[in-house]
Every structure is written in C-alpha cells, then in structure tokens.
C-alpha cells in the first residue's frame, strides 16, 4: 500500500540503467527557458517596480532608467553565455569561484548560492501572492500569507515527482505570461507612441532642472540608487549555468540557447515595463502593485457592447503575472540541490545531498530548501520589499565573484586567447556594474534586511568549514588505512585455489564500496573473528548514482568500469590467500534496497552465506555523525535480518 501511495504522489521509479533514461529526464532549451528562465523573467514583477519607486519625484528620469537596465541584462547575460562555454560541466558561479578564485572564494560562491535559491522561492511565492492579491477585497488580505504556506508546500510535493515533470506541468502558465505582457507592452508603447518626443524632451528638462538645482552628482547619485535598488531585476541569469546538469546534450549549445531565450525576454520586459509606468503616468497605489496600476492604467475603461473586456484583461494579466512568479520558485528546487550537490561532492556539505531518489531527483536538497524558503516566509511574514533586498545581496555576491574570477582567467591567459580583450571587456563590465550593485544595495539596505541575510550567509559559510574539516580528518584517517592495506598484494599468483567455489561451504559475502584499507581491514577483521572458517568469498558493491556521475551515458560507464577493477582486486588478493572468490555490482540511485537484492540471491545460491558489513565509529558519537555519516550498514543488517540473513557489522575505527 505503502510504494502504491508513493507511486501515486510522486511518480514510478526511473531505472538509471535504461540508456534513454538521459532523453526523458534532461530539458530541451525551451523547457529550459521555462524552468531555469521564469526566475529571470518573473523578476520583471518586481525589480522594476523597486527601481521606479527609487527615483522619488524624478520619473522622467526612468527613461534611462530603462535603458540601462537593458544594457545590464544583455552584458550579464553575454557573460554567462561565456561562462557555459568554459565551464560546459556545470556548476555555475560556485565552480568557478572555486577554480578561478580559489576554495575559499567558491564557498563563499556557493554559500551565497544556496541563501539565493531558497530565497528565489520565498520571494517567487509572495510576489505572486501580492499580484493575485491585488484583485481581491482589503478583507481577504490576512489570508494572504497562509496561502504562501499553501504555495510552498505544493511546488516542494511537485518538484520530488522529478525535474521534466514539474517543468512541463507548468509550461503553459509560462506561456500565458509571455503572451500577455508582450501585448501589454507592445500595447502601452503603441497607444502612447506620439507621446514618446515629449516624455524624451521632458526626461531632459527634468535632468538639466534637477543638475542646476541639486547639482549633476546629487542626480546620478539617484539615478545610480534607482538601478542598484532595482538590482533584484537581474536576479535568475545565473540559473542557467548552474543547472546546465539537467539540460539536454549538447548541454553547452543548450545552455547558449536557453541564455539567449532569457536574456531577450527579460530585457524586452523589464525595459518595456519601466517605459510604460512612464508613459501611463503611473504611480503607487496602496494594496497594489505597480504592474497592477500599469494595467488598470492601460484596460480598466475597455469596453466592448457593454461588457468590459479591460477587467478581464486585467484579471488574466496579474493571475498570468502571479502564475509566473509561482513558476520561478522552480528555478530555486532546481538550482539549489543542483548547488547543495555539488558543494556535498566536494566535502563542504553533507555528502547525503549529493543522493537521488528513484524519481533521480537530488530530494535531500528539495526538502532542505522548501524548509529554509517557509522559514524565510514565516521571518518576513510576506514583505516583499524586505526579502528582495535579502534575495539581491546574495545574488550579486556570486555576481560579482563569478566576474571577477572570469576577468583574472582573461587577464592570466592573455597570451593563449586570441580574443581576450573583448572577453575581458565583457566580464570587466560586469564586474564593475555587480560590485556597484552590491556597495549600494548593502550601504542602502542593511537595516531593512541587508544585516540578516549577512548573518544567515555567514553562519552557512562557517558550517560549511566545520563540516569540510571533519571530512578532512575522517578522509586522513583513511589514507593512513589505504597506504597500510591497500600496498598488500593484489596478484592473482600461483596457490590460488582451483575449481569452483562449493556451495555448501561456509560463505563470507562481503558489502564493500572501493578498493580500500577499509576493505582489507573487513577481511582481516573476519579472519581475526572466524579464523580458517569461510571458504568462499563473495564481494558485493552497489555503484550509486548521484548528482555527481548522473551526468551522461559515458559517466555511468565510467563508474561501472571503475567498480568492476576494484572488485576484481578483492578477487584476487583473497585468491592470492587461498579462498575461492567471486563478486556481484549492481548500478542504482540507493544502495541499502539493492544490496537486500543481492545479498538475498546470494544466501539463495550459499545457504551458509553471512553477510558483513563495515561502519564507522568515533571514540565520542555527537550528534552531527549521523547526518555526515549515513547509516548504510545498520540499515543494511535490519532489512536482511527480517528476511532471515545473518548480518554482521564490523566496527572500524577511524578517529
């Protein structure tokens, strides 16, 4: 009943043996745009609003404003399209902070990641919530953060049934967008279109006014804090070269594309959005959103026969809105696992986040960032304007040192790189338009939001360290055990035993994950335990498949050939010893349920068969070892002994 109600909620396994298991799960460039790009484009919902509210009595001036938000959109855009390019495997601004810049500089990278991407989904929901909230009554206004509890919790449910599921389900409320607020724009642009001359003519009365009075840095000073609080406009282009794991093959010529889909829309948007709060006369209006007000500015008075088209143009335009942003809470379950998996790949975080589910969904990192997002919204209590400033802080942080580790890589290999001045100018531009957004963001902000999400920031940098340095300890523990053991011979010499292993003699079936002083230490612990007793040993190894191999056709060969070696090394240091021995592998996403198979069809094969595998202790057990450590063999031991295997678990020292 149990995998029944699994299946129904959260789909069938997935076999990651099925060769066409990367075509089903993997994204075409426009799913991507839909799935990695909503985050960029639903910014358009707000970021442009928080700039436009920034200029305070100089609206003309949005007219540059839009201008330059175009600009910035393109150059950041054209810099992670490079980015893809070098950087075909992944990763995003973490791996190239971490390559570039150095390890400390990568988790800070991704640190800043991780806050971003739970925040993209906090931030996603109550922006979504605020448009579809300003259709309704001012009494339906405390029910507003519930339903951003309500919302949350679904599009966590939604993204465990898998990748491609959750982005194609979503799709046509995508498209909706796109479609409506092209026409909005073209719309506000076409019917004001004789009035451009005069907004331009005014845009420079009011810029030469305002220089005389105040004085020309007291006006770029505004019109710089304008665009650096509309700095959450730009949030969401960093997704696509973070996430290029899911995209399809070529991933690169994927990834460009994708880039290119993004950047076009949201520049298009965002600048045509900014232009029409301009032309409209729009301004803010309590309990609504400045693109609501745009739209009632634009369709309210339509009307067609008597009935009054322009409402209902306006309820399609803020639900297609609020639709959206719900949408770009995609980019934060599919980036933020995507960035949790690769820091765990390299020690910084629990190693359990790189796992995949049978959905092949890295499910560790969806639940931790569904956790974090409630907890952003239940802190903020769905003020949109504090998250924001939160959200753009540690986006531009990556910003920046992606950029930067980009310029020094140019400036490095300059003789190799034919190119590199025009390269350089790019990612040169970008630096110093990141870094200004950051300066300003935080001197502006840091009262209203900036100080906790430094905090917060901080505090997952420092956890990171404590746990890369325990794995440091355990994994010099280990060297010591391999350079001890694994230097004992491997050969398969002469006094090997002869003829087939009996099957009814006593059988040692022996869980080992790699050729390894920890393997050797189980043998010689067996030995100690059962001296001269077992006359066949059987080796069994489960390849897991996790965000760091799940990768391609090629990878999954790799692991398998690679298991296979290690195996054979077993094999033939016991045959070296006198035992006759054999192994089983198996390829799969969990080890615990396919090692029950195999060790289940092996005591079918050896009646005499037991089942050893080895676990880890430390002289003082804390609290945090289960979380770092997993419980494989425990979990092992408690499955087998219901079917009636005797399980033993070896104890092994290490700290």
């Given at each position: 009943m149990w995998r029944k109600l699994r299946e129904f909620f959260f789909g069938r396994p997935k076999d990651v043996n099925d060769p066409e298991i990367f075509q089903h799960v993997s994204l075409i460039a426009f799913l991507a745009w839909v799935g990695l790009g909503a985050d960029g484009l639903s910014s358009s919902a707000y970021g442009p609003e928080q700039a436009f509210e920034a200029l305070k009595g100089?609206?003309?001036?949005?007219?540059?404003?839009?201008?330059?938000?175009?600009?910035?959109?393109?150059?950041?855009?054209?810099?992670?399209?490079?980015?893809?390019?070098?950087?075909?495997?992944?990763?995003?601004?973490?791996?190239?902070?971490?390559?570039?810049?150095?390890?400390?500089?990568?988790?800070?990278?991704?640190?800043?990641?991780?806050?971003?991407?739970?925040?993209?989904?906090?931030?996603?929901?109550?922006?979504?919530?605020?448009?579809?909230?300003?259709?309704?009554p001012p009494w339906m206004v405390p029910y507003k953060v519930p339903a951003e509890f309500i919302a949350l919790i679904f599009l966590m449910w939604l993204n465990m049934r898998g990748?491609?599921?959750?982005?194609?389900?979503?799709?046509?409320?995508?498209?909706?967008?796109?479609?409506?607020?092209?026409?909005?724009?073209?719309?506000?642009?076409?019917?004001?279109?004789?009035?451009?001359?005069?907004?331009?003519?005014?845009?420079?009365?009011?810029?030469?006014?305002?220089?005389?009075?105040?004085?020309?840095?007291?006006?770029?000073?505004?019109?710089?804090?304008?665009?650096?609080?509309?700095?959450?406009?730009?949030?969401?282009?960093?997704?696509v070269s973070n996430g290029l794991g899911i995209l399809r093959e070529p991933r690169v010529q994927t990834g460009k594309k994708t880039m290119f889909l993004m950047a076009g829309s949201l520049a298009f948007t965002a600048g045509g959005i900014l232009l029409g709060y301009l032309l409209t006369n729009a301004t803010p209006v309590p309990g609504k959103t400045m693109n609501a007000v745009l739209v009632e500015n634009l369709f309210a008075t339509w009307m067609i026969g008597g009935f009054a088209v322009g409402k209902w143009i306006v309820v399609v335009s803020l639900l297609s809105e609020a639709a959206l942003l719900f949408v770009a809470a995609q980019t934060g379950f599919l980036g933020g696992p995507q960035v949790l998996a690769n820091m765990a790949v390299d020690s910084w975080m629990p190693h359990r986040f790189s796992q995949l589910s049978d959905r092949l969904v890295t499910q560790n990192g969806v639940y931790l960032m569904g956790i974090a997002a409630l907890g952003a919204l239940a802190y903020s209590r769905g003020h949109i304007t504090t998250l924001v400033v939160m959200y753009s802080i540690n986006v531009f942080v990556t910003f920046t040192l992606t950029e930067l580790g980009m310029s020094r890589r140019w400036i490095v290999e300059r003789k190799n790189v034919p190119n590199w001045k025009s390269l350089l100018a790019i990612h040169g531009t970008g630096?110093?338009?990141?870094?200004?957004?950051?300066?300003?963001?935080?001197?502006?902000?840091?009262?209203?939001?900036?100080?906790?999400?430094?905090?917060?920031?901080?505090?997952?940098?420092?956890?990171?360290?404590?746990?890369?340095?325990?794995?440091?300890?355990?994994?010099?523990?280990?060297?010591?055990?391999?350079?001890?053991?694994?230097?004992?011979?491997?050969?398969?010499?002469?006094?090997?035993?002869?003829?087939?292993?009996?099957?009814?003699?006593?059988?040692?079936?022996?869980?080992?994950?790699?050729?390894?002083?920890?393997?050797?230490?189980?043998?010689?612990?067996?030995?100690?335990?059962?001296?001269?007793?077992?006359?066949?040993?059987?080796?069994?190894?489960?390849?897991?498949?996790?965000?760091?191999?799940?990768?391609?056709?090629?990878?999954?060969?790799?692991?398998?050939?690679?298991?296979?070696?290690?195996?054979?090394?077993?094999?033939?240091?016991?045959?070296?010893?006198?035992?006759?021995?054999?192994?089983?592998?198996?390829?799969?996403?969990?080890?615990?349920?396919?090692?029950?198979?195999?060790?289940?069809d092996v005591a079918k094969e050896f009646p005499r068969a037991i089942c050893f595998a080895g676990k880890l202790i430390f002289q003082e057990e804390r609290m945090y070892h289960d979380i770092l450590h997993n419980e494989t063999a425990a979990s092992i031991q408690r499955q087998l002994q219901f079917d009636g295997i005797q399980t033993i678990i070896l104890p092994i020292r290490v700290l």
């Open positions: 100089h609206s003309h001036l949005g007219i540059l404003l839009a201008l330059m938000t175009a600009i910035t959109i393109v150059v950041i855009s054209i810099a992670y399209s490079n980015l893809i390019e070098h950087f075909p495997g992944g990763g995003g601004g973490y791996l190239v902070a971490s390559k570039l810049l150095g390890k400390d500089a990568g988790v800070i990278s991704g640190c800043a990641l991780l806050v971003d991407y739970f925040l993209t989904i906090t931030v996603s929901v109550v922006a979504g919530c605020d448009a579809m909230w300003s259709l309704f990748v491609k599921e959750s982005v194609t389900f979503i799709a046509p409320i995508f498209m909706v967008f796109v479609v409506s607020h092209f026409f909005i724009i073209v719309f506000a642009i076409g019917s004001h279109f004789m009035d451009l001359p005069r907004v331009v003519t005014d845009a420079a009365t009011d810029f030469q006014s305002a220089s005389s009075t105040m004085g020309l840095g007291a006006v770029l000073m505004i019109l710089l804090r304008a665009y650096c609080m509309g700095g959450g406009t730009y949030t969401g282009i960093e997704a630096l110093v338009m990141c870094l200004c957004i950051l300066l300003v963001t935080l001197f502006e902000k840091f009262m209203e939001g900036g100080w906790m999400t430094t905090i917060v920031t901080g505090a997952t940098i420092g956890l990171c360290y404590l746990i890369r340095n325990h794995y440091r300890e355990v994994q010099s523990s280990f060297k010591r055990l391999d350079e001890l053991l694994t230097t004992l011979p491997v050969a398969n010499e002469p006094g090997a035993p002869a003829g087939e292993m009996q099957r009814n003699a006593p059988t040692a079936v022996v869980l080992v994950n790699r050729w390894s002083g920890f393997g050797i230490h189980q043998l010689l612990s067996i030995q100690r335990l059962f001296p001269n007793y077992f006359k066949n040993f059987i080796f069994v190894t489960v390849g897991v498949v996790d965000s760091g191999n799940f990768k391609g056709a090629a990878e999954i060969d790799g692991l398998e050939a690679k298991i296979k070696d290690d195996l054979e090394k077993y094999v033939a240091w016991c045959r070296h010893h006198g035992f006759h021995a054999d192994y089983r592998m198996e390829i799969d996403i969990e080890v615990v349920r396919k090692a029950q198979e195999i060790c289940r």
